[in-house]
């Protein structure tokens, strides 16, 4: 099995939790509230990873471009997802939020040449119907 395999299922078990402790967090805790929180625990597990892994440092203008559009994507993201945990359920919600891939290939196919193969095509129809159907009740 590819090493990448397995930093994968690791990452997608994490993510797991990353998706549930919000739930509890809202339930104690107003969105906006939690979301600073949640990236205090981000600053401060960086810091730790930075630390630990001796991560070296690198500068380049568009790398920290992308690094801080994706930071502010995150978080703006992730305060859409904390405001519909507190109006939604935690088994809808976070698996609909998940199919943000979807909106990745089509960047990336639109912007990146990258191209998608029919299997991939019929993965994000597949997708869009579970967009559907878990946003139904």
Known sequence: MPSWIMLALMATFIFGFWGYF?????????PRTALLYQNLGTLLSSVVLFAVLKVRFTIHPRGILFSVLAGIAGTVGTLFMLMALTKG????????????????????????????????GIGLCLSLVAIYLMSSS
Not at 22 to 30: G, R, S, V
Not at 102 to 118: G, K, S, Y
């Open 22 to 30: 919000p739930k509890l967090a809202t339930q104690y805790l107003e």
């Open 89 to 120: 359920k935690v088994s809808v919600v976070v698996p609909l939020t998940a199919l943000y891939p979807v909106v990745t290939v089509l960047l990336a196919a639109l912007t990146l040449n990258e191209p998608i193969t029919l299997k991939q």
